[in-house]
């Protein structure tokens, strides 16, 4: 048995009926981590009607995560302005590789 407090996590995405269907590849995305004992999630739901939607949701999740694990503070710390910033993060990486 386990010790209380003890947590696990696992993550899968998997293709959706429709978009077998229509022989698209799953759109989805996700990620966890530990950072200083803490656990991390992350996930992205791919806009299936764009193009490449795939490679934005992975390169969304790994932009946030890295942001996450490379910040200086706690991560009870994490302020609004922090959390935009991530979102910009991750904004100006999905432009970047769309150009």
Known sequence: MESEGQWHAAGKSIVGSSHVERGLPCQDFNA???????????????????????????????????????YP???????????????RLVRNELVEISK
């Open 32 to 70: 966890l981590i530990n950072v200083n004992g803490r656990r991390v999630v992350a996930l992205a739901d791919g806009a299936g009607s764009a193009k490449c939607c795939q490679t934005g949701a992975r390169l969304a999740v790994e932009t946030i995560i890295s942001a996450i694990a490379s």
């Open 73 to 87: 503070g706690s991560l009870r710390d994490i302020t609004d302005v922090a959390a935009l910033e991530f979102g």
